[in-house]
């Protein structure tokens, strides 16, 4: 018996079908069906870790299970690559971006080639190659000339670490995605991409993504956050700002208006901004209200603050009452109108601010069942019933109530049914060197103008430096200055480069041809979109998958493709996560420099370098920030990347997290052994007990059944489990003869395929068989095989499980009966609590229930 060598054995298999081209696309009509499989592709940051290799493995399982499957299979890879950190790495290290980002990618290439992966290579490219970009600025161009693309002056998010602008989505808590900074306000003349106008498309277009996960749809519609209402006009009184002799608000509740308490106006609200010229009070408020978080959720949780402006708003339905007007640091100038009619009795946030101002609660909405005495305390109530307190609309349930409501106050010529959404338009404009050029001119006497098509790419200058904060193609002493292509005079490009979710919104289709002349070959996007299954972070379900999507849209308007939504299926990975170690000085500790002594529960952490004790903290995932990460070439180097590969998808359900483990993998790679030894023991020639062959040939087609069906359904923990059961039972099998065993391990060796690669093609290649393992057809069960001619059969007393009966399958119900009332071990339960069988119910090879008494 040899032992199985991953060093010698990986290399040769990834040089094997390096030099076969393996993994090429096919080409041209092949009559095969097609698969698109494609994970997120990677930021270049300069190494990945197993916590990275997680979704790519699962990509690859995928991938060649459908190759496996006769699918002409489409897998490529490319670099998500524009961006701040290369700035931020030019400012800290002084090296060009570029020369940053592409040294980086370099590494990670090598790397991911490591881990075996399935990838089609000659399709790769990076967002900052002028190859692909140049291609983005012309269908920028395309969606401009249709409309698409506007140009405004608005309220941005401005991160002042980055020094650029975020979009909404960008902003987490209140900070910046990347830098983590506090957030400002701040008015800039920026580029937008109309999405609004896709919102309901693309809310409606998620009832047919029945392959997504439902909380990624949930959260992409809470984030459109299209309402149904009506915008109501309220009549100002008072000292009030010339301009603004009334307040529109929306409402979603119109059934409520006559619980009414006061109006409230967002902190930037233009009447807020008005009234806040002539007061300092209220100026001063508006300034304290900025200072909180920019979030709905940070919103919600704060104290609810206000300021009473001291004008009155006359209501709407009865011109004879009149409520305050408030300025409210709840309130989102975002939504809606940015100002709201507050219902304190039906909505929480109201109430608490009504309680805190001791305004009125009024309840209009009375509980089914609720006596006339029905009123609010601490809790809003916001559940059905009938409406009272409310004119005409009393005893109306609520959503009669909403329709009279608005068929009112359209009548009254106050307001209308409406709907609005919380999406906006996307912003675009980011402050910084290292992004797509907006391919624009400035003109005076021509206004923004589109660079001309022959004149594409607008390529970056090289010549920059970092060393003043803000952005370098602002200050480049000759790049902007250009001619205006229109009348010739002086004029200046645009030195904003674009988001680069614009540059991950539409790589996918752009992977289908990477070569082609147009943007998106259209003959091949038909071919090989929508993306079969799509693999990524869940922490990407708004902010990448809804630009994607409205982008897939725009383009298939616009004529580019045909497909409008880019990812039939989703699947979103769990994280794989690493204890973190640090030492006495706060800095981290890489585990590689770890040593853990256990004893008993308690564990040890001690750095081998210098033999101080550590700090063991949480276990978070893997990052480079923490130094809690492992890198495929340690795993290479001590136990093969096929045991890495197995590990990070057996441990636990791929959608949740997996705790690395050096236990876990020297588990995975006791197993490749032990897969190893079956087939490098194998004899041909021997012959076997019959009983034994078929035994094994069922225990075989069980197996594939299983396996199949577990990478199917995306189960690869389950999958691989039935695998580890299988090659027990193989070895168990030890006596089957050389045919059963052979047919035995020609299935293993497939089915192990896509989750040890390396492992199965040297196991394939010992079989004897020709070719390689790669291209073999994924094994078919026989359904004869895999249904047993003997079934156990539970027995149950009152409910309980007593005992068990083994019965042919089909056995006739009387034949049951007897044997479960002749089981030991119901006769001795029965005896030992003195009872009796009052009646038999048997559930054909299912179950046999007792009723004793």
Same mark, same amino acid.
């Given at each position: 018996?040899?032992?199985?060598?991953?060093?010698?054995?990986?290399?040769?298999?990834?040089?094997?079908?390096?030099?076969?081209?393996?993994?090429?696309?096919?080409?041209?009509?092949?009559?095969?069906?097609?698969?698109?499989?494609?994970?997120?592709?990677?930021?270049?940051?300069?190494?990945?870790?197993?916590?990275?290799?997680?979704?790519?493995?699962?990509?690859?399982?995928?991938?060649?299970?459908?190759?496996?499957?006769?699918?002409?299979?489409?897998?490529?890879?490319?670099?998500?690559?524009?961006?701040?950190?290369?700035?931020?790495?030019?400012?800290?290290?002084?090296?060009?971006?570029?020369?940053?980002?592409?040294?980086?990618?370099?590494?990670?290439?090598?790397?991911?080639?490591?881990?075996?992966?399935?990838?089609?290579?000659?399709?790769?490219?990076?967002?900052?190659?002028?190859?692909?970009?140049?291609?983005?600025?012309?269908?920028?161009?395309?969606?401009?000339?249709?409309?698409?693309?506007?140009?405004?002056?608005?309220?941005?998010?401005?991160?002042?670490?980055?020094?650029?602008?975020?979009?909404?989505?960008?902003?987490?808590?209140?900070?910046?995605?990347?830098?983590?900074?506090?957030?400002?306000?701040?008015?800039?003349?920026?580029?937008?991409?109309?999405?609004?106008?896709?919102?309901?498309?693309?809310?409606?277009?998620?009832?047919?993504?029945?392959?997504?996960?439902?909380?990624?749809?949930?959260?992409?519609?809470?984030?459109?956050?299209?309402?149904?209402?009506?915008?109501?006009?309220?009549?100002?009184? %008072?000292?009030?700002? /010339?301009?603004?002799?009334?307040?529109?608000?929306?409402?979603?509740?119109?059934?409520?208006?006559?619980?009414?308490?006061?109006?409230?106006?967002?902190?930037?609200?233009?009447?807020?901004?008005?009234?806040?010229?002539?007061?300092?009070?209220?100026?001063?408020?508006?300034?304290?209200?900025?200072?909180?978080?920019?979030?709905?959720?940070?919103?919600?949780?704060?104290?609810?603050?206000?300021?009473?402006?001291?004008?009155?708003? &006359?209501?709407?339905?009865?011109?004879?009452?009149?409520?305050?007007?408030?300025?409210?640091?709840?309130?989102?100038?975002?939504?809606?109108?940015?100002?709201?009619?507050?219902?304190?009795?039906?909505?929480?946030?109201?109430?608490?601010?009504?309680?805190?101002?001791?305004?009125? *609660?009024?309840?209009?909405?009375?509980?089914?069942?609720?006596?006339?005495?029905?009123?609010?305390?601490?809790?809003?109530?916001?559940?059905?019933?009938?409406?009272?307190?409310?004119?005409?609309?009393?005893?109306?349930?609520?959503?009669?109530?909403?329709?009279?409501?608005?068929?009112?106050?359209?009548?009254?010529?106050?307001?209308? %049914?409406?709907?609005?959404?919380?999406?906006?338009?996307?912003?675009?404009?980011?402050?910084?060197?290292? %992004?797509?050029?907006?391919?624009?001119?400035?003109?005076?006497?021509?206004?923004?103008?589109?660079?001309?098509?022959?004149?594409?790419?607008?390529?970056?200058?090289?010549?920059?430096?970092?060393?003043?904060?803000?952005?370098?193609?602002?200050?480049?002493?000759?790049?902007?200055?250009?001619?205006?292509?229109?009348?010739?005079?002086?004029?200046?490009?645009?030195?904003?480069?674009?988001?680069?979710?614009?540059?991950? /919104?539409?790589?996918?289709?752009?992977?289908?041809?990477?070569?082609?002349?147009?943007? &998106?070959?259209?003959?091949?996007?038909?071919?090989?979109?929508? *993306?079969?299954?799509?693999?990524?972070?869940?922490?990407?379900?708004?902010?990448?998958?809804?630009?994607?999507?409205?982008?897939?849209?725009?383009?298939?308007?616009?004529?580019?493709?045909?497909?409008?939504?880019?990812?039939?299926?989703?699947?979103?990975?769990?994280?794989?996560?690493?204890?973190?170690?640090?030492?006495? +000085?706060?800095?981290?500790?890489?585990?590689?420099?770890?040593?853990?002594?256990?004893?008993?529960?308690?564990?040890?952490?001690?750095?081998?370098?210098?033999?101080?004790?550590?700090?063991?903290?949480?276990?978070?995932?893997?990052?480079?920030?923490?130094?809690?990460? *492992?890198?495929?070439?340690?795993?290479?180097?001590?136990?093969?990347?096929?045991? %890495?590969?197995?590990?990070?998808?057996?441990?636990?359900?791929?959608?949740?997290?997996?705790?690395?483990?050096?236990?876990?993998?020297?588990?995975? /790679?006791?197993?490749?052994?032990?897969?190893?030894?079956?087939?490098?023991?194998?004899?041909?020639?021997?012959?076997?007990?019959?009983?034994?062959?078929?035994?094994?040939?069922?225990?075989?087609?069980?197996?594939?059944?299983?396996?199949?069906?577990?990478?199917?359904?995306?189960?690869?923990?389950?999958?691989?489990?039935?695998?580890?059961?299988?090659?027990?039972?193989?070895?168990?099998?030890?006596?089957?003869?050389?045919?059963?065993?052979?047919?035995?391990?020609?299935?293993?060796?497939?089915? &192990?395929?896509?989750?040890?690669?390396?492992?199965?093609?040297?196991?394939?290649?010992?079989?004897?068989?020709?070719?390689?393992?790669? +291209?073999?057809?994924?094994?078919?069960? +026989?359904?004869?095989?895999?249904?047993?001619?003997?079934?156990?059969?539970?027995?149950?007393?009152?409910?309980?499980?007593?005992?068990?009966?083994?019965?042919?399958?089909?056995?006739?119900?009387?034949?049951?009966?007897?044997?479960?009332?002749?089981?030991?071990?119901?006769?001795?339960?029965?005896?030992?609590?003195?009872?009796?069988?009052?009646?038999?119910?048997?559930?054909?090879?299912?179950?046999?229930?007792?009723?004793?008494?």
């Amino acid at each position: 018996m040899t032992r199985y060598d991953p060093r010698t054995a990986e290399p040769r298999q990834r040089a094997r079908w390096e030099a076969a081209k393996a993994f090429v696309t096919p080409t041209g009509e092949t009559g095969r069906p097609k698969y698109y499989v494609l994970e997120m592709f990677p930021y270049p940051s300069g190494n990945i870790h197993m916590g990275h290799a997680r979704n790519y493995v699962m990509g690859d399982v995928v991938a060649r299970h459908k190759r496996a499957q006769g699918f002409d299979v489409l897998h490529p890879m490319g670099w998500d690559a524009f961006g701040m950190p290369a700035e931020n790495a030019a400012m800290e290290r002084g090296v060009h971006p570029g020369d940053w980002t592409w040294s980086n990618i370099a590494a990670m290439r090598d790397q991911l080639k490591l881990l075996g992966l399935s990838l089609d290579w000659s399709r790769e490219f990076a967002t900052c190659d002028p190859a692909y970009y140049g291609k983005q600025q012309a269908w920028f161009i395309e969606l401009l000339k249709r409309g698409l693309v506007y140009r405004k002056e608005g309220v941005v998010n401005w991160d002042p670490v980055d020094n650029t602008v975020l979009a909404n989505e960008q902003v987490i808590d209140g900070r910046g995605w990347r830098s983590g900074a506090e957030v400002e306000k701040k008015k800039l003349t920026q580029w937008f991409l109309r999405i609004t106008d896709y919102a309901d498309d693309l809310v409606e277009g998620l009832a047919s993504l029945d392959r997504w996960p439902e909380k990624v749809r949930l959260m992409q519609a809470n984030w459109i956050g299209r309402s149904t209402g009506a915008r109501v006009t309220w009549p100002l009184k %008072g000292d009030v700002p /010339s301009g603004f002799e009334s307040v529109e608000v929306f409402t979603t509740r119109p059934d409520t208006l006559y619980g009414a308490s006061f109006v409230g106006l967002a902190p930037d609200h233009p009447l807020s901004a008005a009234i806040a010229q002539r007061s300092s009070e209220a100026a001063a408020f508006i300034a304290e209200c900025k200072k909180g978080g920019a979030s709905q959720a940070e919103i919600d949780q704060a104290e609810k603050i206000g300021f009473d402006t001291g004008l009155t708003a &006359i209501h709407p339905l009865d011109p004879t009452r009149t409520v305050p007007v408030w300025i409210a640091n709840f309130i989102l100038s975002e939504y809606g109108t940015g100002a709201i009619f507050a219902c304190p009795a039906h909505d929480q946030r109201d109430l608490d601010f009504a309680r805190k101002y001791d305004l009125p *609660v009024i309840p209009v909405v009375r509980p089914d069942g609720a006596g006339e005495d029905f009123a609010v305390a601490d809790e809003a109530y916001v559940g059905p019933g009938r409406i009272f307190n409310s004119a005409d609309l009393d005893g109306l349930d609520v959503e009669a109530a909403k329709k009279a409501a608005v068929a009112r106050i359209e009548a009254a010529g106050l307001g209308e %049914g409406a709907t609005v959404y919380r999406l906006r338009d996307w912003g675009v404009s980011r402050q910084r060197y290292w %992004g797509c050029p907006i391919p624009i001119i400035h003109c005076e006497a021509c206004g923004p103008v589109p660079v001309p098509a022959d004149q594409l790419p607008v390529e970056l200058p090289k010549d920059v430096t970092f060393d003043v904060p803000g952005n370098p193609l602002d200050r480049h002493p000759t790049w902007k200055h250009v001619k205006c292509p229109s009348c010739g005079a002086d004029a200046r490009r645009e030195t904003d480069t674009l988001d680069t979710f614009v540059d991950s /919104s539409w790589y996918f289709a752009r992977f289908t041809d990477p070569t082609a002349d147009a943007p &998106i070959d259209k003959a091949a996007a038909n071919r090989w979109l929508p *993306v079969d299954q799509y693999i990524g972070g869940v922490e990407h379900a708004i902010l990448h998958l809804l630009y994607a999507r409205f982008i897939t849209r725009a383009l298939s308007d616009a004529g580019l493709m045909e497909v409008k939504e880019p990812f039939a299926g989703l699947f979103t990975q769990g994280m794989v996560v690493h204890e973190t170690y640090k030492a006495a +000085d706060g800095k981290w500790v890489e585990p590689t420099d770890v040593e853990i002594v256990a004893d008993g529960d308690r564990r040890t952490a001690t750095r081998r370098s210098t033999g101080e004790t550590l700090t063991i903290g949480d276990i978070e995932k893997m990052s480079k920030s923490k130094k809690n990460v *492992v890198a495929p070439e340690e795993i290479l180097e001590a136990y093969g990347v096929d045991a %890495g590969r197995l590990f990070v998808l057996s441990d636990s359900p791929p959608e949740r997290d997996v705790q690395w483990t050096t236990g876990g993998v020297e588990g995975a /790679s006791r197993f490749v052994q032990r897969v190893w030894t079956e087939f490098d023991g194998f004899d041909p020639a021997k012959t076997g007990d019959a009983r034994l062959d078929e035994a094994l040939r069922r225990e075989t087609h069980k197996a594939i059944k299983a396996v199949s069906e577990g990478v199917e359904g995306f189960r690869f923990n389950a999958a691989i489990a039935k695998l580890y059961a299988f090659v027990a039972v193989i070895r168990a099998h030890a006596e089957a003869g050389g045919e059963a065993r052979r047919e035995a391990l020609s299935a293993l060796a497939r089915l &192990i395929a896509p989750f040890t690669p390396h492992l199965a093609e040297e196991c394939w290649a010992r079989l004897g068989q020709d070719g390689m393992v790669l +291209d073999a057809p994924w094994p078919d069960y +026989d359904p004869a095989l895999v249904t047993d001619d003997e079934l156990t059969l539970p027995i149950q007393i009152n409910g309980k499980r007593r005992g068990e009966v083994v019965m042919p399958r089909g056995a006739p119900e009387d034949q049951v009966r007897e044997a479960a009332l002749a089981n030991p071990a119901v006769q001795a339960y029965l005896v030992s609590v003195s009872q009796s069988v009052r009646k038999v119910i048997v559930v054909p090879d299912r179950i046999i229930n007792l009723v004793a008494g």
